[in-house]
């Protein structure tokens, strides 16, 4: 299930659907998106805010809805991540955006609509940058850009010059492209929003965390038996995820070295994708290629129509 593909002079609907966002930067990304050309729908509760939340959980839900029910609107934009999105899963209708299937992106915390999205309702959604990203990075805005305007045909995705990946475990895997936040891909196992890893493309990424926090969601992956199901592994950027020092700690590298690189498929990292810049857009759902010795996703269907 597809989105229609962005075109100049369409409407974005902006949300926040976990943490608050400031009103400036709301404002700033708001006056950025007219300026490349698009029309902008505030969310009801997008300035909303609870403590660490953006609203209450029914008001945030409810713009979710409202924009996928709003035929003016042709693609939901998240502002911001931080926490919050679990929390309004219950209060989705999956069967109203099936009937109205369209682009939506985010990152970080929105990881759990992205794949929830897919897994209940067979849509395409995007890992992407937000609202309130940085833009204005060239090769980020150029990645967002084309995926959403140009995917409706295959494409290859691939870090820019001078950003090389690195071959863990040689080799090619197909499959759909699942993933997004590490700690988020752990947070719903056990519930009926778990994302089913067999034969997929799993892509992960992650922030702040020291090295023995990604040890133990890796480790409760491996329990799950998540990752041994899994036709392929994409690590993207893990940003501030070491420590002043090591003298009780393995190095984020041991981590990932002992967890994941004895797994028998094809792995790669260094791919630019998470909370850092450039930030490739990816699409979640999607049928793709990865080749672990050149780093690249080949996009093997039209992620947009």
């Not at 409407?11 to 930067?25: F, K, V």
């Not at 409810?62 to 003016?72: A, H, L, R, S, W």
């Not at 719903?188 to 133990?216: C, H, Q, W």
Request: charged share 20%; with cysteine.
């Amino acid at each position: 299930m597809l989105g229609k593909r962005l075109c100049l002079g369409n409407t974005i609907g902006l949300i926040s659907p976990a943490s608050p966002e400031n009103a400036l930067a709301i404002k700033n990304a708001i006056l950025f998106l007219q300026n490349q050309g698009f029309n902008v729908l505030e969310g009801k509760h997008l300035y909303d805010k609870w403590g660490y939340l953006a609203g209450s959980d029914k008001d945030r839900a409810t713009d979710v809805m409202d924009m996928f029910e709003n035929n003016k609107v042709d693609m939901i934009l998240c502002v911001r991540g931080g926490y919050g999105s679990s929390r309004i899963l219950p209060y989705i209708d999956f069967d109203v955006i099936k009937k109205h299937p369209k682009i939506f992106a985010g990152f970080s915390d929105i990881t759990v609509f992205l794949n929830s999205f897919y897994e209940k309702c067979g849509l395409t959604t995007f890992h992407s940058p937000m609202g309130t990203s940085n833009l204005e990075d060239t090769q980020t805005l150029k990645s967002f850009m084309f995926t959403l305007m140009h995917g409706d045909k295959p494409h290859t995705i691939k870090n820019p010059l001078g950003y090389l990946t690195k071959c863990i475990n040689s080799g090619t895997a197909e499959g759909n492209l699942i993933g997004g936040n590490l700690s988020l891909m752990c947070n719903s196992l056990g519930t009926a929003y778990e994302t089913n890893m067999r034969d997929k493309i799993l892509f992960i990424e992650e922030v702040g965390e020291a090295p023995y926090r990604v040890d133990r969601m890796l480790t409760q992956l491996l329990l799950s038996n998540k990752l041994q199901q899994c036709a392929g592994i994409i690590l993207g950027q893990f940003k501030d995820c070491d420590l002043p020092h090591y003298e009780r700690s393995l190095t984020l590298e041991e981590v990932l070295n002992d967890r994941l690189y004895n797994l028998d498929i094809p792995i790669f990292s260094g791919f630019c994708s998470g909370h850092d810049y450039p930030k490739l857009t990816l699409p979640i759902g999607a049928r793709v290629n990865m080749n672990a010795d050149c780093g690249t996703i080949n996009v093997l269907e039209s992620v947009v129509e």
